[in-house]
């Protein structure tokens, strides 16, 4: 008996050690390894390659299939145009939708509202700056997060397959993660989704319920900090890297009892 209680001891003091670093890879603010966003061998998202078999192996790496220090992504283009002014060495293919279906609030607002956002052009149109304006696309910086949440691009579309994704090596799995609970602006509609590229002082002017920009978001943010160009964007909510954020699923701050979307919604 006394060896059998020993050893329940020694297996809950080896758990109660074990855990914290099994969960250090992708606890709030721990680094990208071991998050859904690390597609290496190692990460959470490992299943994406099947058993075992992932995109150059020898090179198992995590940055890679966003980053890479030559040879990247590189276009010519401003915003205004359709294309990317924001190309942080990218080394995945970008999303073909240069116009995305957006959210709109409904009957119940203004169509004059920044935030009614509805297209009335199909998703292949290229956009123009009065576009942007009157349409509130994404920019630069969710786009290149929809290359892969949008459904449009496999996920092992980056380095040198990225041109030719359509037929890679046979090591390289095609597998999308524009479905599930992964799956945001999925053929280029985002209607159901949380309105992004919106000037967010622009909508505060006409909305009372929306936190001043000074607004401390986490220990170390505030609202002002976290907008693009003075634009929600998906950066604005999700830290990626998960290097600075204090909240799950990459949230800058934990949304238990909603705290997170209360911090800019003023529900009370």
């Known amino acids: 008996m006394k060896t059998c209680l020993g050893s329940i001891l020694c297996f809950g003091l080896y758990l109660c ?17 071991g998050t859904a966003h690390d597609l290496s061998s190692a990460g959470r998202n490992k299943s994406f390659w099947g058993a075992g078999v992932i995109a150059d192996p020898e090179l198992d790496r995590v940055c890679v299939y966003c980053h890479a220090p030559h040879n990247t992504v590189k276009i010519d283009e401003d915003e205004a145009s359709g294309g990317f002014p924001y190309l942080p060495l990218w080394n995945h293919e970008l999303s073909p939708y240069t116009v995305y279906l957006m959210y709109s609030s409904g009957g119940d607002q203004d169509s004059g509202q920044p935030f009614d956002t509805t297209s009335t052009f199909g998703v292949s149109h290229r956009f123009n700056a009065a576009d942007i304006e009157s349409r509130n696309q994404p920019g630069s910086v969710s786009r290149l997060c929809l290359s892969c949440h949008d459904g449009s691009v496999a996920i092992s579309a980056y380095g040198r397959y990225r041109r030719v994704f359509s037929s890679p090596p046979s090591n390289v799995t095609i597998i999308s993660s524009g479905n599930g609970r992964f799956g945001i602006g999925v053929s280029g509609d985002l209607r159901n989704h949380h309105p992004i590229g919106f000037d967010y002082t622009g909508v505060q002017a006409t909305d009372n319920e929306l936190a001043d920009v000074n ?23 999700h830290d990626v890297h998960n290097t600075q954020c204090e909240g799950e699923k990459f949230l800058w701050k934990s949304d238990r009892q909603s705290r997170f979307c209360t911090t800019c919604h003023l529900k009370g």
């Not at 050690?17 to 390894?33: K, N």
């Open 17 to 33: 050690l074990a855990a914290p670093l099994a969960l250090a890879g992708h606890a709030p603010g721990s680094g990208i390894r």
């Open 215 to 237: 607004t401390p978001v986490s220990s170390s943010k505030t609202v002002v900090d976290l907008l693009w160009n003075g634009r929600v964007e998906c950066p604005t909510c």
